[in-house]
């Protein structure tokens, strides 16, 4: 059985006959564990309703790029972003053309021009479109453009025609799909990936954290994990399930963290530290619960270990990436980080816009690392930590 756990599927669906196959592709997807959101052209409402596909995917279907009350709600930026793989099918000839030239005059070319997602379309037409110069030329394009053509399929077709054409059936796209995920690009090796905030207790009752939600991390681990690496993920205390095939070892203090991700450093290739670990703790933690009397308290704090750093002084060294929270100087605090903390890159991001960073679904981040520094810009984090995984990949 194929999966797409977690993945965020936006179906595109273009007007032509196989668009009522849309139907079985939503229930496809889903039963693979993907969320489905659908976008119709005009012309595909006259093949299969709106509320069919809203009933199916559970979600409302997206028509008009120019609709105030659709546009406030979930608008086509925001759909771009969302959408781990847009998948149009059936892809009309028509819409392959439109999307070969750049057009955006309706909700579905927008948010196709719009994306940085993955961009996969079935084709569906008449043979003799299929095989037309005009139409090569645009698949061809699209191809150079890192757009996944699946299909088409040959055989007979609507219009009694005998040839290539034909959408490919719901269950090979799907596979298909699924596929797209799973690079590679990190087969036999290991990842230790450190996510989430620290707890560091003051008495049995309270602690001392900060605002990390472990998305990030998590969304490294799930690619790190796509990528065929055998990944652990080292995760302070967060209310997210843990990836499919990745082991999660879950601590609570800063301690904690430093001891597991000593041990587990020494077998991985790959070290990530994306976790925000608590710079100090208190000195002593008190056996009851302090009870509330002056007017002031004061606890005392002691610097906890830094955990990437002692990762990247092991003698037998994973390739070392650490994670900067800045609010100014970005990419001066980065360096100063690449350098003093002897990393082998450094992810740097604004944790000061509350639309990135810090329990956001979508961060932008500038890597740093000896030779340069790119910078990534806004996304969801499960696409940002597709991209930094094989960016990583590539330099391991
Ligand atoms: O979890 P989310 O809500 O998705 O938010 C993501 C994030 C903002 C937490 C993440 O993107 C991020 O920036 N993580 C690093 C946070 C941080 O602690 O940054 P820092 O600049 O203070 O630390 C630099 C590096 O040293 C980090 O890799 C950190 O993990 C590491 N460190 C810090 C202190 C310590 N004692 N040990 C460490 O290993």
Redesign the pocket.
């Known amino acids: 059985m194929v999966s797409l756990s977690n993945k965020r599927v936006l179906l595109g669906v273009t007007g032509g006959i196989a668009a009522y196959k849309s139907a079985e592709i939503i229930r496809r997807l889903q039963d693979s564990g993907a969320t489905v959101r659908v976008v119709m052209t005009q012309a595909a409402t006259e093949f299969i309703t709106p509320l069919t596909l809203q009933a199916l995917s559970g979600n409302p279907v997206h028509l008009d790029l120019l609709d105030p009350e659709a546009e406030a709600g979930m608008g086509h930026i925001e759909l771009s972003r969302w959408a781990d793989l847009i998948l149009v099918a059936p892809a009309t000839a028509d819409f392959i053309a439109k999307l070969a030239s750049g057009e955006a005059d309706n909700l579905l070319q927008a948010i196709c021009l719009a994306s940085r997602s993955l961009l996969a379309l079935a084709p569906a037409m008449n043979q003799g479109m299929w095989r037309n110069a005009a139409t090569q030329q645009n698949i061809e394009l699209l191809r150079t453009r890192g757009v996944h053509l699946f299909g088409p399929a040959e055989g007979e077709q609507a219009c009694g025609d005998v040839g290539p054409g034909r959408m490919s059936e719901p269950d090979d796209i799907v596979e298909l799909a699924a596929e797209l995920f799973e690079s590679g690009v990190l087969n036999n090796r290991t990842v230790v990936i ?5 707890r560091e207790a003051i008495d049995p009752v309270r602690f001392i954290s ?10 490294l681990a799930e690619a790190a994990a796509e990528a065929g690496a055998e990944t652990v993920l080292i995760s302070g205390p ?1 209310g997210l399930q843990a990836p499919d095939r990745v082991k999660l070892v879950k601590i609570i203090s ?1 301690q904690e ?2 001891e597991t ?1 000593l041990n587990e450093a020494q077998k991985c290739d790959l070290f ?8 100090y703790r208190p000195i002593s933690v008190a056996a009851q619960k302090i009870k509330k009397s002056a007017d002031t308290l004061a606890i005392e704090l002691l ?9 990247a002084k092991l003698e037998k060294r994973p390739f070392t ?6 609010t100014q100087d970005i990419e001066r ?1 980065a360096r100063d ?1 690449l350098e003093r ?1 002897n ?1 082998d890159m ?4 604004d ?1 000061s816009d509350s639309a990135i ?4 679904d979508d ?1 932008a ?1 500038l890597v740093v690392d000896p030779t340069g520094s790119e910078t990534i810009p806004r996304t969801h ?1 499960s696409i940002l930590a597709r991209q930094l995984i094989a960016k990583i990949a590539g330099l391991l």
């Open positions: 450190t996510a989430g905030p620290t900060n605002h990390s939600s472990g998305k990030m991390g998590y969304a967060v800063a963290m430093y991700s990530i530290a994306s976790a925000a670990v608590a710079d610097k906890n270990p830094d955990i990437v750093s002692a990762v990436v650490g994670f900067a929270a800045e605090h980080k903390k990393l450094v992810i740097a991001n944790v960073g810090f329990d956001s961060n981040v984090k």
